[in-house]
């Protein structure tokens, strides 16, 4: 190959391999970087060996990972004391395996839980067995100040007499030496740490009601954080969690240890495992099915809600005009009196003339295009608070609530005035004929219908294209 050719091959090649160096940089630059504290002494649930990050918290740390795609690194530290004042410090963004509690709560946001574990009461072996902390007495009970029981035993048990350490191994070797005479801590780092450290003078030797359940802390100022890792816990599979519990409590027991308490223990901690991490299953699957109803049922009301009001509307109005009907008119008109306090005014029944002869001469449809035409009149002639109405065919009620004769009177003579100036071709004219009755509180409203009527009765009779008023109120 020519020379120049050659540097053109090596050039192409430099430049690719600079593509994909900037598209990885890219790739990681979009992995979330987040720092985790962790319990430095607290095993199986964590622990550090050479810088390491071990232990069952380790296990779903890397799951967790791999679902949320953040990058947890460890932020090394020699306590768990340490490593709480970095929560507090900010220094850390979260950690991976802690008990909800209070004083946690100001400075730390909590996930779901995801790991479960009994407390368990340690004592010498000549101890009886304690059903739980109530039956401790004034035995010096030790904890370990940075755990969550030291928070809570004193606002649950606040005569207990409570001695605290600094580290689970501490308490232990204290009540080896009896200094205490009772030891309080999570089953699993307990049973390892009486193995490990030989302690065949101590027994596990009672339960105690207040279960761990295990969650993320994330710093309160990365709690958005929060939503991404629930959904990472509930996509983690029971057989997931299985693995995990096995790896860790499939630790060698020592020969001094009562085997039957012990196996006890851990059989009744795995039952209670799975049947919480089950429960959450099932619970979560119910609730998604739960909000899918819930929505489909929403949209259900809303489309009922619809309909109803188009059944509403369908059933008070008049389809051709859009005017109330003589149904809401019968119906509604005592609520709406009521409503606008309205207890005087006047009726006034309306009825166009000679309209057979609109239909006969020009067709119906011409004839429902001119009732249309005489509504939207009707309509603009009225005010707020008055009511029309279709009461039949060509025939229509108005209301004026709080009007007395003359300005009834009056209405009537603007309403045929609007209609003689309307054009209504191919008609050269339309009339109508309007009787007029006053209402009061001392009858019923059909009454002054009644007498509206016959004055209407009258104006036809008299020709048409006027008005007759029921004085006689
Ligand atoms: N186009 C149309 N016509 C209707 C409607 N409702 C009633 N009519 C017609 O209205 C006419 C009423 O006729 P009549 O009761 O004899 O009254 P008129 O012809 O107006 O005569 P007078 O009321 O005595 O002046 C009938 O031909 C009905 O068919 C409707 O919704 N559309």
């Known amino acids: 190959m020519p020379l120049k050719e050659r540097l053109t091959v090596k050039r192409q090649l430099l430049m690719l391999c600079f593509f994909i160096g900037c598209w990885l940089s890219k790739v990681q630059a979009n992995q979330q970087q987040l720092y985790f504290c962790a319990d430095p002494d607290w095993m199986p649930y964590e622990g550090i060996v050479a810088g390491k ?27 768990w004391q340490e490593s709480i004042r970095n929560l507090q410090a900010g220094y850390c963004d979260l950690t991976l395996m802690l008990n909800r509690s209070e004083e946690r ?6 996930s779901l839980p995801y790991f479960f574990g009994p407390n368990v009461l340690v004592t010498k072996s000549d101890i009886p067995f304690l059903q739980d902390l109530s039956a401790l007495g004034d035995r010096k009970l030790g904890v370990v100040a940075a755990y969550r029981l030291a928070e809570i035993i004193p606002q649950f048990y606040p005569n207990i007499n409570r001695v605290l350490y600094n580290s689970e191994e501490e308490a232990l070797h204290a009540l080896d030496q009896d200094e205490i005479e009772v030891y309080v801590g999570s089953l699993l780092s307990v049973n390892m740490r009486l193995q490990q450290h030989g302690l065949t003078e101590l027994k596990i030797n009672g339960w105690v009601a207040m279960q761990d359940e295990l969650r993320i802390g994330v710093i309160r100022s ?8 629930n959904r990472a816990i509930e996509a983690i599979s029971v057989r997931q969690h299985n693995d995990i519990f096995q790896r860790w409590t499939n630790a060698r027991i020592v020969a001094t240890t009562d085997y039957t308490i012990l196996w006890y223990f851990m059989i009744s901690a795995a039952i209670i495992i799975v ?10 699957t119910v609730s998604k099915a739960l909000q899918t109803k819930n929505a489909e049922l929403e949209v259900i009301k809303e489309q009922l809600q619809h309909a109803n009001k188009s059944l509403e509307y369908l059933s008070f109005h008049d389809n051709l005009t859009g005017l109330y009907n003589r149904h809401y008119f019968n119906s509604s008109i005592k609520r709406h009196l009521i409503h606008n306090q309205v207890s005087v005014g006047a009726v006034l029944i309306i009825d166009i003339d000679y309209f057979k002869r609109v239909n006969d001469q020009y067709g119906h449809a011409r004839g429902d295009r001119i009732l249309k035409q005489f509504s939207s009149i009707l309509n603009g002639t009225i ?10 065919g060509e025939e229509f009620v108005v209301l004026l609530p709080n009007a007395n004769l003359t300005q009834a ?20 004219t339309l009339t109508a004929s309007i009787g007029i009755s006053l209402f009061r509180g001392d009858e019923s409203i059909e009454a002054s219908i009644e007498r509206a009527d016959q004055q209407l009765y009258c104006a036809k009779q008299q020709g048409r294209n006027c008005i007759y008023i029921d004085d006689k109120k």
Not at 53 to 79: C, R, S
Not at 222 to 229: A, E
Not at 409 to 428: C, G, I, M, T, V
């Open 105 to 110: 709560e100001q400075y730390l946001a909590f």
């Open 222 to 229: 990365k709690q958005y954080l929060i939503d991404d890792f």
């Open 383 to 392: 005010r707020d608070g008055d009511l029309v109405a279709r009461w039949g």
């Open 275 to 284: 049947i919480v991490v089950w429960r959450y299953y099932v619970s979560a």
């Open 409 to 428: 009177h009056n209405w009537a003579k603007r309403f045929q005035q609007a209609l003689a100036e309307y054009d209504f071709s191919p008609l050269k």
């Open 53 to 79: 990050h071990i232990g069952i918290a380790e296990d779903y740390a890397q799951i967790l990972a791999e679902l949320t795609g953040f990058k947890l690194t460890l932020k090394q530290t020699k306590t």
